[in-house]
């Protein structure tokens, strides 16, 4: 079956404009993740989401992102006004349910160049 | 809070030798292990988890995995290694809340090169 999909696979963005990231999780699957991978700080996560809801925001890295989640499937990251310190790769994952033993399955990012 | 360390940040291993990565965790309560491989340009595949039980873990592509409670680690092992195993390996510890809201952590990854 289909994995989890992500796009744009490359983004590449003026300083100061607005990105979004999509992802599509694997069918059924009810909670997604976002992380972001930089060279500087590794793979960090960023949010979570139980169906449509997100229970704890603390991980986006500023107020200029937010990440919504539609019929509990599709997710988008949002970036106002990037910035170079963004330029990351940015990584989705499902799994079938949240909770600590559930397997995540990640999709392949989205490279995101701010310059 | 929980932490990963990978304390080799690159590996070279020739083409049949054995392998051996090392991983040590700090976590609260009984840790939920994982190891995933990342190829260039990829996403993350999952290796092997441990969650409980047997402490040798057996996974895909021939790998596996000891949980050692009194060392903190989860190293990761191949008896013979293949030049398609190089690319970057992470071990992770899972969510520490029951709900799963604070997501995996990461250690900072090992950078496996095969020589021929």
């Known amino acids: 079956g289909a994995g989890v999909s992500q796009s744009p696979s490359n983004k590449v963005t003026e300083k100061g404009k607005d990105v979004e990231l999509r992802c599509d999780p694997i069918?059924?699957?009810?909670?997604l993740y976002w992380y972001r991978q930089s060279l500087g700080q590794g793979l960090e996560f960023l949010i979570y989401f139980q169906g449509n809801s997100a229970p704890d925001k603390s991980g986006l890295p500023s107020d200029r992102f937010s990440a919504e989640r539609t019929g509990g499937s599709v997710s988008t990251l949002t970036i106002q006004r990037t910035q170079q310190e963004d330029s990351a790769v940015y990584l989705c994952?499902?799994?079938?349910?949240?909770?600590?033993?559930?397997?995540?399955?990640f999709g392949p990012g989205t490279r995101l160049t701010v310059t | 809070a929980q932490s990963v360390t990978q304390p080799d940040i690159h590996i070279t291993v020739s083409e049949g030798a054995s392998l051996e990565l090392r991983c040590n965790y700090s976590?609260?309560?009984?840790?939920?292990l994982f190891w995933y491989v990342q190829s260039p340009g990829q996403g993350l595949q999952l290796l092997l988890k441990?969650?409980?039980?047997?402490?040798l873990v057996q996974g895909i592509k021939g790998f596996e995995a000891e949980f050692k409670r009194s060392q903190s680690s989860f190293n990761l092992r191949k008896p013979s290694v293949h030049w398609s195993d190089a690319a970057e390996y992470f071990c992770?510890?899972?969510?520490?809340?029951?709900?799963?809201?604070?997501?995996?952590?990461f250690g900072k990854g090992t950078h496996l090169i095969i020589q021929p």
């Open positions: 994952a499902s799994s079938h349910r949240g909770g600590q033993s559930s397997e995540q399955y």
């Open positions: 976590y609260g309560a009984t840790p939920y």
């Open positions: 069918s059924g699957h009810t909670a």
């Open positions: 992770a510890v899972g969510p520490y809340s029951g709900g799963g809201a604070d997501g995996l952590t």
């Open positions: 441990y969650f409980s039980g047997d402490t």
